[in-house]
């Protein structure tokens, strides 16, 4: 049995930005597990730049941005195992994982940090009748053939989901040569980055398809048509505006999974809205010991997002080996009011804030003009007004300790108010 | 010059192989497709029919009951998924209790052991999560599940084990009778054979006219599925069938043998024998018969949907017998449900006849009816587990996350007979990719695997049929790469 202080599940941004984080806080025998043949996780097959305007002021590439936490993660002694798999974990903290080097391995952690990262929803997820000739590929696993294989998915090319990895990858096969011919998307508005939106579709005038979706694949051994309709406010085909377009490749970028497999064999609760673990403020889940962060907890679209909150995550867990962390008190529950689709923590212990806590939440719909509203019980602790909200764009409320300390009642909510025109 | 040929490497194709395959023949099995069980085999309710439902008399009747019984031991011989969970025909209301009682009957008659008419409270002691308007059940504790392509994938290799020769990618265009039976012309060539066998499922009645007058045509009918999540495997315990209408068994729910949770299958007439798409209308029908009897079900951990054919015939029993105008040539045909029930029995059956034909042909002494082993890396013990990295690394790299299935079970089931060659054919063997995210993970590195164990190039590994290409070539970068390297190349010969 090999003992750690902490187990980090996971090398992709989030695992590496927690270890980091812990070791300079004090934790020192921590191992990230990783199943790739590589750190950096999706990072690297995302070779366009965008990356870490946030946290290092500057544009970097995904593989650049991997970089400079895997430099960090080496200067710091942290130990990695590659190309290993995580069977399973227990509520008490034991890891069974494998490899080919040193087989079955058993280990005992003091603390895990869940950082698994998320999948890709399928086109069975989302039932996409037709055929099931070859050439559909989720977005992610062409962006992996082009950037990590070097190899060419396809010549002429559809995506359905406006997500950000397909309109990244309406842009990447365009330059690569493929004809794309549109993106589909089933709600009326768009699910990814505005700015994707701009630099990905309109400068290569790839035209999006808001309110549609495939109704029909056809082509028996490789994809040879796809059949698009308009869908009504209840998101049902419209009879009548249905479009071909020949095509011989489909993208999906239908929406990100968290992996929580491993979560729910360890007994962790899961949120149902985000599908990852329930977290407190200091990133922890229902099970003492057990942190988790970035995609695992709620799929996020920047990545410098993903670096904060993972720094949170270890910060805590180095605390939490080191007996710091405080666990007594009820906490405070954040719950999601009307335009609101969740909010992560959903948890506060106030004894763990230092100075302020940021919740992150995504809204439900688009909103022009609109507030976030925080209040405990009818009183507003704090408002923020909102020129554009969308589902696809991330929000962050940042609350000081006096606000939280001024909190009476057993939960806060935050809600959408529309502002009077 | 064979003497045997098997036309049809589905279910019942393979049966039939693996049963000659006792014998010193010489036999061949021919297919179109890239990979035997890839046509009803591989789309259907994989389900091991008790057998209440057929007629009285008929050949369903008789080859349902027989093959039941003989799955025990035909599994585990080949180290074939099978579970003998028993089934539940649910009733919503006295009408269809007298149709059930009238299923009662008849499975006695047809030799159904141990069936049961079993009153709502017994119904929900089974199967908890059915709908509280049930009223009664007819419970066969001698129905189950297996894997149906898996099936016909051992049979296969357990042929090829015992001698017989299986040519894929072979699509028969022409039979001629002659003086020593048959010349099969095949679009890879042809062959002299003195028996023919007909298992070519939906393409059995013009496999059948290639030397006789038409007496049988396959009617394609549609069957849609949809598939879910291994969180939800458990939701049922048995197979559960609605009571049957003039329309059909009706929509089913039960759990796969790896764990999943089947809800199919449609049933609709279909104009051509490869119509196995599915449809908006299908899939919304499916959820919609499937809630009377799973109202709380959650549809959305759906993980796939796929769609088969039944090779139906307008007389609605399988035909089984010698041409009646060409001596040695029988037609295995309109095996529809409960053909995979059948099948074992069918094998069986085939063979009387054909030895009836030829007069007795003599046993193989050296005939193993056993298939070498199948490793379920998963399911070993971790000493076991440990011991089998120690001499094989690669059962310690895992490929499929979602099926937890390594790098060693996947090199072994593309070198075994009868192996896989393309990406759903490792899917079918060792279930990489069929689990969650459906080989979005998987998919890159299971191509690499097959590439190099093949020897190809990785752009020629296809999803499935010979022509479903997956990738087009390199990138514009890639390209570059390859001519710079060559460009070095050049100039260090220089």
Known sequence: MEKYDIVVIGGGPAGLAAAIEAKENGASNILIIERDRELGGILQQCIHNGFGLHVFKEELTGPEYAERFICELKKQGIRYKLDTMVLDITEDKKVMAINTVDGLIEIEAKAIVLAMGCRERTRGAINIPGTRAAGIFTAGTAQRFINMEGYMVGKNVLILGSGDIGLIMARRMTLEGARVHGVVEIMPYSGGLTRNIVQCLEDYQIPLYLSHTIIDIKGRDRIEEVIIAQVDENRRPIDGTEESFKCDTLLLSVGLIPENELSKSAGIKIDPITGGPIVNESMETSVEGIFACGNVVHVHDLVDWVTEESRKAGKNASAYVQDRLIREKKPISTSAGKGVRYIVPQKIRLENVEKNLDLMLRVDNVYHRAKLVVKDNDKIIKVIKKNHLAPGEMESITLNLEDLERVVGKEITVALQQEEV | ?494
């Open chain 2, 1 to 494: 010059m064979y003497d045997v040929t098997i036309i049809g490497g589905g279910i019942i194709g393979t049966a039939i192989a693996r049963e000659l395959s006792r014998y010193k023949l010489n036999t061949i099995l021919v297919d179109k497709e890239n990979d035997v069980a890839n046509g009803t085999t591989k789309a259907n309710s994989a389900i091991v029919h008790a057998g209440y439902d057929a007629k009285v008399g008929t050949l369903k009747a008789k080859t349902n009951v027989a093959g039941n019984a003989m799955f025990d031991t035909l599994c585990k011989e080949l180290g074939v998924p099978f579970k003998r969970i028993g089934s539940l025909v649910v009733a919503f209301s006295e009408e269809e209790m007298v149709t059930l009682k009238e299923l009662y009957e008849q499975g006695k008659i047809n030799g159904v052991p141990n069936l049961e008419i079993i009153q709502q409270e017994d119904v929900r002691k089974i199967e908890p999560n059915l709908s509280k308007e049930i009223i009664g059940a007819l419970y066969a504790p001698s129905a189950g599940i297996v894997g149906p392509w898996e099936l016909a994938i051992a049979l296969a290799e357990n042929a090829v084990e015992n001698g017989v020769e299986i040519r894929l990618n072979t699509e028969v265009t022409a039979i001629e009778k002659n003086q020593e039976g048959f010349l099969v012309t095949t679009d890879e060539g042809h062959f002299q054979t003195k028996y023919i066998i007909n298992c070519g499922g939906l393409f059995a009645d013009r496999i059948n006219n290639m030397v006789n007058t038409p007496s049988f045509k396959i009617l394609p009918n549609r069957g849609e599925y949809n598939l879910f999540d291994k969180s939800v495997g458990n939701y049922v315990n048995s197979v559960v069938f609605q009571t049957p209408t003039k329309h059909g068994k009706g929509v089913l729910v039960l759990p796969t043998v790896h764990g999943n949770l089947l809800i199919g299958p449609t049933a609709e007439a279909v104009d051509e024998p490869r119509a196995v798409e599915t449809t908006i209308g299908g899939l919304k029908y499916l959820k919609e018969k499937a809630q009377k009897v799973v109202p709380n079900f959650p549809f959305s951990t759906v993980i796939t949907s796929f769609a088969g054919l039944r090779a139906k015939v307008a007389t609605n029993d399988f035909i089984i017998e010698e041409s009646k105008e060409s001596k040695g040539f029988i037609n295995v045909a309109a095996i529809d449900s409960p053909g995979l029930s059948a099948a074992p029995a069918i094998g069986k059956m085939v063979v009387e006849m054909l030895k009836e034909i030829a007069g007795n042909f003599q046993g193989k002494e050296d005939f193993n009816p056993n298939r070498r082993p199948v490793i379920n890396f998963m399911e070993l013990s971790n000493e076991e587990k440990a011991a089998m990295i120690e001499k094989d690394p690669r059962y310690g790299r895992i490929i499929c996350r979602c099926e937890e299935i390594t790098e060693g079970e996947i090199v072994d089931i593309i070198n075994r007979k009868a192996g896989a060659t393309n990406l759903d054919a490792v899917k079918r063997r060792a279930r990489a990719g069929a689990g969650r995210c459906q080989g979005g993970f998987c998919g890159p590195r299971v191509m690499e695997i097959l590439a190099r164990e093949l020897n190809v190039d990785i752009t020629e590994v296809v999803k499935d049929s010979k022509s479903s290409y997956l990738l087009t070539g390199p990138t514009k970068s890639s390209k570059h790469q390859e001519d710079s390297d060559q460009l070095v190349a050049v100039s260090q010969d220089k």
